[in-house]
């Protein structure tokens, strides 16, 4: 007698195959480069069509707060920024600040808002380099920047990647980190701002560019107030093992119980993004001043919050010469303050200018943690503004 199956039961089953049908397409896809660049950076998936981020007012911005303007690129690219007052800065000068002329300035360093940056010899400028998808204005980066701006006297530039926004261009790994490269030089070389007084903020796959940036510089001896990445992650074929699109849809997760199949899988990942590695170069490298500060939140559906733990090992692993697995946990427990059973602070100085700090908080997600405190509170250790111990 055959088999027979209630509607019911066979509607099921027919969803769950066509939802493995699609999944199995979307592996298959994603080996192939150009859609596993689509896939990875999510570049064309962007509001534009609807949203003039040339009119930043539409995001809570006071008139004239924030100043679109564009760079070059060593290989010729045009990369697409914002220049964010900070408010206070902004109140004192309001009459001249909100009578410039609206949009794209197409001469910034002629804007009252260039001068005021350039022209203060106190002037502290955080770079921000965000995660993948979208554009300068879209999620929650305004809000992020507000969180910044609103009551600190930190000046925010944010940029748009090549191939994302109006940015022109294609990205990769090396494209990226020379987008950032560009970003920092106009920083140190046309605004003036020496790297004492800069701090690189990447969340996201911003953590991977501003890992890779940071590590390019630091070989050069030039160290930054500090470097602090929100939401980071290892390296991006181990970070895809465990990742989960929008926090639901795993990419390379149901692999892990066939380890041969997803170790050919990671081989065919173009754009390494190895920031753990890059990581333990930096801390290797730097001579005088360190203010590294890893921050991750328990409730991340994105990227789970251990990859932190494999970032802040690797910073720290060759310097503290432990290469026992549970030797080191011993050592990094007896370095951590619990806050509560979902948060703690790990602390390594190597000297009292050299810092990393691990912090894991209970909430925040993946994106909303931008606008929570630990990360404006990571940003005042890097300028050491708090007056008290680093912990």
């Not at 397409?25 to 950076?41: D, E, H, R, S, T």
């Not at 303007?69 to 290989?75: R, S």
């Not at 001249?96 to 609206?102: E, H, L, M």
Request: glycine residues 6%; neutral net charge.
């Amino acid at each position: 007698m055959s088999a027979s199956y209630h509607p019911a039961a066979l509607t099921v089953l027919y969803l769950l195959a066509a939802l493995l049908g699609l999944y199995l397409l979307f592996i298959f896809l994603a080996v192939i480069p150009f859609f596993q660049k689509q896939f990875l950076y999510a570049h064309n998936i962007h509001t534009l069509l609807w949203n003039d981020v040339n009119k930043p007012e539409k995001w809570g911005f006071a008139p004239g707060q924030v100043t679109p303007f564009k760079l070059t690129t060593a290989d010729e690219e045009t990369i697409y920024a914002w220049h964010i007052l900070p408010l206070p800065v902004y109140l004192k000068n309001e009459s001249a600040v909100s009578g410039q002329k609206r949009g794209l300035a197409e001469d910034f360093p002629s804007t009252e808002s260039f001068r005021l940056l350039k022209d203060d010899p106190e002037a502290r400028l955080v770079l921000y380099f965000h995660g993948n998808a979208g554009h300068v204005a879209q999620a929650i980066r305004p809000m992020s920047y507000h969180a910044l701006t609103d009551t600190s006297s930190y000046h925010v530039v944010a940029i748009d990647y090549r191939g994302f926004g109006h940015s022109s261009g294609s990205p990769s790994e090396e494209g990226l980190i020379e987008d950032a490269s560009a970003l920092v030089e106009w920083a140190t070389k046309v605004a003036g701002i020496p790297s004492s007084r800069i701090v690189l903020l990447g969340q996201s796959l911003g953590t991977a560019v501003v890992s890779g940036v940071a590590e390019k510089y630091y070989s050069k001896d030039i160290e930054f107030a500090g470097i602090v990445l929100v939401a980071g992650f290892s390296d991006l074929a181990t970070m895809l093992s465990e990742y989960r699109i929008v926090g639901v849809v795993p990419v390379l997760a149901p692999f892990r119980y066939v380890p041969w199949l997803l170790r050919l899988l990671h081989r065919f990942v173009v754009d390494k993004w190895n920031s753990a590695d890059r990581l333990g170069k930096i801390v290797d490298k730097t001579q005088t001043r360190l203010r590294l500060s890893l921050v991750h939140a328990k409730n991340d559906k994105d990227i789970p919050c251990t990859e932190d733990d494999k970032l802040f090992k690797a910073a720290v692993c060759a310097a503290v010469g432990i290469t026992d697995d549970n030797e080191f946990l011993k050592w990094k427990e007896e370095r951590t303050v619990r806050k509560s059973e979902d948060a703690f602070v790990t602390t390594w100085k190597s000297t009292p200018n050299i810092i990393v700090r691990q912090e894991l908080f209970p909430y925040g997600g993946h994106n909303n943690i931008m606008g929570y405190a630990p990360v404006s509170l990571a940003i005042m250790r890097s300028f050491d503004l708090h007056g008290t111990a680093y912990a």
